[in-house]
Each structure stands twice: as C-alpha cells, then as structure tokens.
C-alpha cells in the first residue's frame, strides 16, 4: 500500500525558515518522480515543486523560485522542501504528491499524503 | 503561467443528476488534463488524466473529455459521496496549474 507521511510543518516568523520531510512507502521510491502542492486552508490548490526520480531534475513555482529547494534521499525514501525567507503568503497545508506514472515528471497525481500545516506569522 | 478557469464555481444539485463541470485553458494543452475530487480536510483524489481517462478504482460514473483548451468533467448520477469540490489541473508545462475549484453542494 502506498503511503507518504509528510511532517515538519507548524509556526514560523517571517523571514525564517522551515524543512518539510515526506516518507514514502509501498513503491519504488527512486522510480517515480515526487512534488509539493500546496493550499491555502479554504482556497485552492498550487503546485509548489517538482523533482525527477533521479532528483536530477527539479521544478518551482515562480512563487517560490528562489526560495524553497526540492530534493529526495532514496535511501531513505524521503522527500525534502527546504523553506527559507518564509512569507504570510506562504501559510497553507503542504501536501507531497506522487507522479502517476515512473520515469520523468509528468504531472498527474495518484496518491497525496495528508498534508502538514505550515504558518508564517509573527 | 496557463491560466484554468472552472466553471461554474459553485452550484447545488440532487442525488441522481447528471452533473457536468468545465474547464478552460489559457491556451493549448492537448490532452494533458487531470481531475481531483477533494473533500473537506482530505487530500485531493486523482478522477481522471489524460483528459478522459479514469483512474483505477474511480467508479464509472465519472468521465472527462475535451482536447485542446476545453474539457468537462461529467458525473452521470449524483450519488451522496460526490458532494465534494473538483478540481482540474494542466500538466502540459510548468508551472503545472489548477483551476480555482468547483464546489458541488446538496440542494
């Protein structure tokens, strides 16, 4: 069974920092490309980045350029979102998301962890 | 950034309805359209890709169709768990986009 398990979301100052981790299990982690989407609690849905299964390939929002870095351990299983320069317009639900099919990034998502709740406020 | 327009935003419907929900692009993405279903405080839930084709486990009263810069999602026969928001995202190029969400409600 597919599973990912995103953490490290909570309270943040803006201007600061935040590292979100998703574990994954139940598939071939290193085969199947991974992103962050993410939503403002009441409002719709931005994809924030994306990154090869390989991790030799990632993506960002211009919203984030910048700012956020995707990467993944395959040894591990485990998917990073590293945030920094955190702004109010950052606060939403961060959930990881797995590509449908393996090989590059392709876009469509078939399993969605739960989410973690990251706030930026002083 | 492709722009995905939804229409409408909103609307209520009965249990038994055929329900249909579209979905513009700003310009071209051939058939890379996905569906979601989103429930409240759940993750969204993969319906369709490919612009019509469904995904595994999703009942047969889901289907989407459209090519190019226009796409509908149809619901055959409402049932009580399709009260849900849906949303329709492109994947032709980055930065991958969403549309703003259709709410279904009860009538």
């Known amino acids: 069974e597919v599973q990912l398990l995103e953490s490290g979301g909570g309270l943040v100052q803006p201007g600061g920092s935040l590292r979100l981790s998703c574990a994954a299990s139940g598939f071939t982690f290193s085969s199947y490309a991974m992103s962050w989407v993410r939503q403002v609690p009441g409002k719709g849905l931005e994809w924030v980045s994306g990154i090869s299964g390989s991790g030799g390939n990632t993506y960002y929002a211009d919203s984030v350029k910048g700012r956020f870095t995707i990467s993944r351990d395959s040894s591990n299983n485990t998917l990073y979102l590293q945030m920094n320069s955190l702004r109010a317009e950052d606060t939403a639900v961060y959930y990881c998301?797995?590509?449908?099919?393996?090989?590059?990034?392709?876009?469509?998502?078939?399993?969605w962890g739960q989410g973690t709740l990251v706030t930026v406020s002083s | 950034a492709i722009r995905m327009t939804q229409s409408p935003s909103s609307f209520s419907a009965s249990t038994g309805d055929r329900v249909i929900i579209t979905c513009r692009a700003s310009q071209g993405i051939s058939s890379y359209l996905a569906w979601y279903q989103q429930k409240p405080g759940k993750a969204p839930k993969l319906l369709i890709y490919a612009a019509s084709t469904l995904q595994s486990g999703v009942p047969s009263r889901f289907s989407g169709s459209g090519s190019g810069t226009d796409f509908t999602l149809s619901i055959s026969c409402l049932q009580s768990e399709d009260f849900a928001t849906y949303y329709c995202q492109q994947y032709y190029s980055y930065p991958w986009t969403f549309g703003q969400g259709t709410k279904v409600e009860i009538k």
């Open positions: 998301a797995k590509d449908l099919r393996s090989g590059s990034l392709q876009g469509a998502f078939d399993y």
